[in-house]
């Protein structure tokens, strides 16, 4: 099993682009999670889906920020316009729907916005 | 929600001394406690969790303490190595949607001296 992957693995871009993170979660997990890690404030939850359905979005913390789960294989996180401030590792995570809590991460998507 | 407090921020220990990170949380509920740990550059990855219905675990060199009375847990690492040098969160998981949702400390940096 491949784990949890992100694509891309790091993205530099310029204020006011716009900006998509993919996550393909483990085949078989129900859940999906999306992290923005950043020195000031840990690892904050944005979002998490269920069966490819968004759950809870109460994380995300603008209008500028969008996620979506087309289906159980693949979901973007998307930011537009991008700022400064953007600037983080975000991470995916999956999780089987029963017999297990752990959460599997990705290897994160380090985004510098200039 | 929930609110998860971790300290210290930066443990700095010599081989062979055993280290304590302690957490905080804010809602009684919560009733599943994990720690990952995270190497630099890497993912975040599952190293032990704790139960409400449990006082204490442990696995080899790590253990886990909980007192749901006073809302805290610990993480305890005994005989150091300079493998175990990386950043640990706690977490404190409420069921929301029929499953465990963490919330993230803001991670303690561990440094072992050789």
């Known amino acids: 099993d491949a784990g949890v992957i992100q694509s891309p693995r790091h993205e530099v871009t310029e204020m006011g682009q716009e900006v998509t993170l993919r996550c393909k979660p483990i085949?078989?997990?129900?859940?999906l999670f999306w992290y923005r890690q950043t020195m000031m404030r840990g690892l904050e939850l944005l979002i998490y889906f269920n069966n490819n359905v968004p759950i809870d979005d109460s994380g995300m913390p603008e209008d500028r920020f969008s996620a979506k789960m087309p289906n159980a294989s693949f979901s973007t996180l998307k930011i537009q316009p991008s700022e400064p401030r953007d600037s983080a590792v975000y991470f995916c995570?999956?999780?089987?729907?029963?017999?297990?809590?752990?959460?599997?991460f990705g290897p994160g998507t380090r985004l510098t916005v200039l | 929600g929930e609110n998860v407090e971790q300290h210290p921020s930066t443990l700095s220990v010599q081989e062979g001394d055993s280290a304590v990170i302690k957490c905080t949380y804010s809602d009684s509920a919560s009733n599943y406690f994990p720690w990952y740990k995270q190497e630099l550059g890497k993912r975040p990855q599952l190293i032990i969790d704790?139960?409400?219905?449990?006082g204490e675990k442990k696995d080899q060199r790590i253990a886990v303490t909980l007192n749901k009375t006073a809302k805290h847990f610990s993480l305890h690492i005994t005989e150091t190595q300079p493998e175990d040098s990386a950043v640990y969160f706690c977490a404190a998981s409420l069921v929301s949607g029929g499953s465990y949702i963490p919330t993230f400390g803001r991670g303690t940096s561990l440094i072992v001296h050789p």
């Open positions: 704790i139960r409400s219905n449990v």
């Open positions: 995570a999956s999780r089987p729907g029963t017999y297990t809590d752990t959460q599997y």
């Open positions: 085949s078989g997990h129900d859940y």
